[in-house]
């Protein structure tokens, strides 16, 4: 029962909002369904991509007519891009970054064991130009819709405390003012802190990552963001995607009007 009361709460605040807030601007408000793809696309997943609205690929492994061909269906389709750690996989990337692009804490690299990378200098001209060029060349040049910028959420969990967290803020809105100059929209995966202080004017959407009903029940951390997010979600000023993994989870998500994937 202790948990229930929240989440009833919750989805009520969300049909609240709904009803009463004012509808604003984001192009992705009409989205209703998405999925992320990374690999080859098989034929069964080239026509699961052309029944939702918005797929998230890793482009460089479609051709620009597969891109064409999903988009024909209505589908948007947004490139997959990591802001703030290095793309390992991707010689495209690793062959051009210089030592200065590595984040350094302590004088040494900051590696992420569990993907077995490195955080970026995303306050380094040169590491921009190469997301920039990569953005432009790899997913542009196939006629993609826009940009899914993964990683940032390690903005804050990398240098919050740090005094060169301001100069972190000021390059990653850097970074989202150019790519929104190619004509391109943005959705972010979480990083809701680096939204609220820089994002809000250049990012169409963020994607809540495991959204999760017991989270929510039981993170204060997590209730603030969730209703500062449903705000801007009904307001129309941003559209708020789920990725769920348990059966709660994708009930409560759906319960709230979310676009919601199940992993």
């Not at 009361?5 to 992705?28: A, K, N, Q």
């Not at 967290?165 to 995966?189: D, P, R, T």
């Not at 705000?231 to 129309?236: D, G, I, T």
Request: charged share 20%; aromatic share 12%; net charge negative.
């Amino acid at each position: 029962m202790k948990r229930t009361l929240p989440i009833l709460l919750l989805i009520l605040t969300g049909w609240l909002m709904s009803w009463l807030l004012p509808s604003l601007r984001s192009p992705l408000t009409p989205v209703r369904s998405f999925m992320f793809y990374y690999d080859h696309p098989t034929d069964s997943v080239m026509n699961e991509l052309k029944s939702v609205d918005l797929a998230i690929l890793a482009v460089h492994a479609f051709s620009k007519e597969q891109i064409q061909e999903i988009q024909a269906s209505g589908t948007l389709v947004y490139g997959y891009t990591s802001l703030m750690q290095l793309e390992s996989w991707n010689t495209a990337i690793t062959t051009q970054v210089q030592e200065s692009d590595y984040a350094l804490q302590n004088e040494q690299r900051i590696y992420v064991e569990e993907w077995d990378t490195y955080i970026m200098d995303v306050r380094e001209v040169h590491y921009q130009q190469i997301l920039l060029t990569k953005i432009q060349e790899e997913q542009q040049s196939k006629g993609i819709d826009g940009v899914f910028f993964d990683t940032a959420d390690d903005l804050y969990h990398y240098f919050s405390d740090t005094p060169e967290h301001e100069s972190y803020l000021q390059a990653y809105e850097s970074v989202l003012k150019q790519v929104s100059a190619l004509g391109l929209g943005i959705v972010q995966n979480r990083g809701f802190e680096s939204y609220e202080a820089r994002g809000k004017p250049y990012i169409d959407a963020i994607l809540w990552e495991n959204f999760d009903d017991q989270t929510l029940a039981e993170s204060k951390w997590a209730q603030n963001w969730f209703y500062s997010l449903l705000k801007a979600h009904h307001q129309k000023t941003l559209r708020l995607l789920a990725e769920v993994r348990t059966d709660n989870a994708e009930k409560l998500s759906r319960n709230l009007g979310f676009p919601t994937y199940r992993k």
